[in-house]
């Protein structure tokens, strides 16, 4: 995709879940398909005040229910259509699902520790981070692509796989995505399109995003 030569292109707004049960006992979700919490609905409400305010132009959402019931809220402030894909849900983690850190590093640790330095790892005989990347970067891509010059599309996903995606349209290397760091519940990052691509204008948001007014902008 060009962007244009201004720089001010289209905006990518990758808006995490709010929490869940499972967030609270730091299980491992993956694929599981686990419900908001009643303090999730109401981040999500709150969330979806803000970004309302971004006048998106279009939404697309993992359809695992905590996603789905994230984007339901900025869909009812903003009365935009949720489009949902599977291919935007979390990292499928096989043995790791539903057990807590403590559990996980406990039984995995050496792949725990893999994992971590950035080596490739199918986490609990589950799916590599490049492999989360090639499913839901281009369905981001695809649906950026129907967005106006200047307009923003709004991601509803999950951590890992908004991170993955993150460092892919961005060009970073696998081993440099864990680097990114993880998104609070129902916090996001926002990617711009500029004249060479891509490039990551805020991360872990909960405010709206400010003009940035800089040397190399």
Not at 5 to 16: A, D, E, F, Q, Y
Not at 117 to 145: K, Q
Not at 164 to 182: F, N, Q
């Amino acid at each position: 995709m060009n962007g244009s030569k201004s720089g001010k292109g289209r905006r990518i707004v990758l808006w995490r879940h709010g929490q869940t049960a499972w967030n609270l006992e730091r299980r491992f979700q993956g694929s599981t398909d686990i419900e908001l919490t009643e303090t999730g609905i109401g981040q999500a409400r709150r969330a979806a005040r803000l970004l309302a305010s971004l006048k998106p132009d279009a939404i697309v959402a993992s359809d695992l229910r905590r996603a789905a019931a994230t984007a339901a809220e900025l869909s009812a402030v903003s009365g935009l259509t949720v489009a949902h894909d599977a291919a935007l849900r979390e990292t499928y983690a096989g043995e790791w699902q539903g057990l807590t850190h403590e559990e996980i590093v406990e039984r995995y640790g050496e792949q725990y520790a893999a994992w971590k330095r950035g080596e490739p790892v199918r986490r609990g005989g589950g799916e590599l981070e490049t492999e989360v990347a090639d499913r839901a970067a281009p369905v981001v891509l695809e649906h950026a692509e129907k967005v106006p010059e200047g307009g923003t599309l709004v991601v509803v996903s999950h951590g890992g796989t908004i991170r993955t995606t993150i460092g892919r349209l961005l060009g970073l290397e696998a081993h440099h995505w864990e680097g990114l760091g993880g998104l609070s519940n129902c916090c996001w990052s926002v990617l711009g399109e500029g004249a060479r691509g891509w490039r990551l204008l805020e991360h872990n948001a909960g405010t709206l995003p400010e003009l940035v007014l800089g040397d190399d902008d």
